[in-house]
């Protein structure tokens, strides 16, 4: 069984900071790394997506990906109450379009 | 602009009875999924369609059934609904532009009494 593996959470940090939310998968033949957040009773809502090693910045966001060792991260710079919310790491598997996500990582950002 | 579409929004129903929940998107994406969530599990893949000819179980298709009426629409059928069905209920497509994204609907939360 393929699985995503994230720390459930609460990850709560002061307005300003960096939150940093990790990630593991199982599954080494791995290729897309999808971070979603999911605000409460809302839908999943694609913040980033990572294909090679190393970073990828857009914006406040920046997603990191290290195939070695299996794991992907999403660092959020200068931490808002608005980020508040539950992130999804989710990885394709498989060759079809097929995604296998994690349970999620609850942020709180406290002002 | 939604690309994804689901009805109904929400839906409250008794143990027995049959119920279909709706999905519809504007992109002509040709990949559409459905997705059951339940607290602290994440998202669980129930079916999904590559096209109209294309139906695949994912890890949770006991108890479900689909239909993929069109490229745009793809529907989810609880046969005779459970109260351990009750759980939100989302609809994802994709295919067009970056095939690898996922684009999910609003969401159906769904109560079985």
């Known amino acids: 069984q393929k699985e995503v593996e994230q720390n459930s959470g609460p990850l709560s940090v002061p307005e300003g900071a960096i939150a940093s939310l990790n990630c593991t998968y199982s599954?080494?033949?791995?290729?897309?790394f999808f971070w979603y957040r999911q605000y409460s009773g809302k839908s999943p809502e694609l913040i980033m997506s990572i294909y090679s090693n190393g970073d990828k910045e857009d914006g406040r966001f920046t997603a990191q990906l290290n195939k070695a060792s299996q794991y992907v991260s999403l660092l959020i710079r200068d931490s808002q109450p608005s980020d508040s919310a539950t992130y999804l790491c989710?990885?394709?598997?498989?060759?079809?379009?097929?995604?296998?996500f994690g349970a999620g990582t609850r942020l709180a950002v406290h002002p | 602009d939604a690309d994804v579409t689901q009805t109904p929004r929400n839906r409250i129903t008794k143990t027995g009875k049959r119920i279909m929940l709706e999905c519809s998107q504007t992109k002509g994406h040709d990949r559409m999924y459905w997705y059951r969530q339940d607290p602290g599990l994440g998202l669980r893949l129930i079916y999904y369609?590559?096209?109209?000819?294309?139906?695949n179980k994912g890890e949770i298709s006991d108890g479900y059934s689909v239909s993929r009426q069109a490229q745009a629409k793809f529907s989810l059928s609880l046969e005779s609904a459970i109260p351990n069905q009750t759980a939100l209920y989302f609809c994802a497509a994709a295919g067009t532009g970056n095939t690898d994204t996922q684009y999910f609907g609003p969401g159906t939360r769904l109560t079985v009494l």
């Open positions: 599954d080494r033949g791995s290729q897309s």
């Open positions: 369609s590559f096209d109209v000819k294309d139906i």
């Open positions: 989710a990885v394709k598997a498989g060759g079809y379009n097929k995604l296998i």
